[in-house]
């Protein structure tokens, strides 16, 4: 079945590049998506990529995407306090057409 | 565009209660998603429309769930009875297509049932 696995936290300091790590089970993937939560607010879309893709770069963020051995990583350049929120891995598969979604890492930014 | 709208954005209510909750989808969007978000389960989609019409519900728990999507503009999620393990945050979701690969997610509801 279709699974997506994140690691909980991460912590870094302000300045520092922030990797997000996400691993997913379903080999017919269609789009891997980033999402980012604030605290009591909704999922804001971040950034996505096509699983034919390997790297798409926009502005701070490059997603890098490792189709073999279905791993996908959310690189955050010069992270700042405001990149504080917990970031959600999420795949899409064209058969259902359904967001399978990680348990989300949250990210803690020190100043 | 306003974005996806939900209301209300809290909900408190005792065990027992009917809750219903609002949704909004973004205008021009024909899919619309409802998801729930727990500590324990993380999100979870529960049910989805496309143009109106129920395409998948098998996240909906239980028959105390119920959602409509009566037109393009607007959509309820119903909990009758309403039982504490239900307190959680409700996210309404909309996109430009059944495999749209873009959903815009409205601000929640965070329901506390007593």
């Known amino acids: 079945g279709e699974d997506v696995e994140q690691s909980l936290f991460l912590s870094v300091r302000e300045g520092d590049s922030s990797v997000i790590n996400c691993t997913y089970t379903?080999?017919?993937?269609?789009?891997l998506y980033w999402y980012k939560q604030e605290p009591g607010a909704g999922l804001q879309l971040l950034t996505y990529?096509?699983?034919?893709?390997d790297m798409k770069q926009d502005q701070r963020l490059t997603v890098l995407l490792n189709k073999k051995d279905k791993h996908l990583s959310l690189r955050i350049a010069d992270t700042q306090t405001g990149d504080s929120a917990i970031y959600f891995c999420?795949?899409?598969?064209?058969?259902?057409?359904?967001?399978?979604f990680g348990q989300g890492t949250t990210l803690q930014v020190k100043p | 565009d306003a974005g996806v709208i939900q209301s209300p954005r809290h909900e408190v209510t005792e065990m027992g209660q009917e809750v219903t909750l609002r949704c909004k989808p973004i205008?021009?969007?024909?899919?619309l998603f409802w998801y729930r978000q727990t500590m324990m389960r993380g999100l979870e989609l529960l049910i989805y429309?496309?143009?109106?019409?129920?395409?998948?519900d098998s996240g909906m728990p239980e028959d105390r769930f119920s959602a409509k999507m009566p037109n393009a503009s607007f959509s309820t999620l119903k909990i009758q009875p309403s039982e504490p393990r239900d307190s959680a945050v409700y996210f309404c979701?909309?996109?430009?297509?059944?495999?749209?690969?873009?959903?815009?997610f409205g601000p929640g509801t965070r329901l506390t049932v007593t």
């Open positions: 979701a909309s996109s430009l297509g059944q495999f749209s690969y873009e959903q815009y």
């Open positions: 379903d080999s017919s993937s269609t789009y």
């Open positions: 990529i096509f699983s034919n893709m």
């Open positions: 999420a795949e899409i598969t064209s058969n259902t057409g359904k967001l399978i």
């Open positions: 205008s021009g969007h024909n899919s």
């Open positions: 429309f496309n143009n109106n019409v129920p395409i998948d």
